[in-house]
């Protein structure tokens, strides 16, 4: 699942034309982060590859929430969603533009 490439172009239109298919994306991203502790950019081969910058997980996140929350989403698993774009947003890593080189 390339999210670098596409999180602003097919993602979108899957979740506006196949709400279902993006549910289980949405749900992928979700996994690797109760899994792995990160919010994937661009995984490979069930693993963080730690290149690119941005938040392309939160990105296709935020839209799931915004268009399709009231839809697909339950409580607990919003706050999940919440909980880790918070995370991600507070926490340094690798290849995210905002480490401190010091």
């Not at 506006?16 to 289980?24: G, H, I, K, S």
């Not at 996994?31 to 995984?43: A, D, H, Q, S, T």
């Not at 990105?59 to 268009?67: C, G, M």
Request: proline share 6%; with cysteine.
């Amino acid at each position: 699942m390339s999210l670098w490439d596409v999180h602003r172009s097919q993602f979108p239109w899957i979740l506006f034309n196949d709400p279902e298919r993006f549910a289980d994306i949405a749900n992928s991203i979700l996994l690797i982060n109760r899994e792995g502790g990160y919010m994937p950019k661009w995984p490979f081969a069930n693993g963080p590859t730690g290149c690119m910058i941005g938040a392309h997980g939160t990105t296709v996140l935020s839209d799931w929430v915004v268009k399709e929350a009231k839809n697909t989403l339950s409580k607990s698993s919003l706050e999940e969603v919440l909980s880790f774009m918070l995370r991600n947003a507070n926490t340094n890593t690798a290849h995210d533009s905002r480490t401190n080189p010091a």
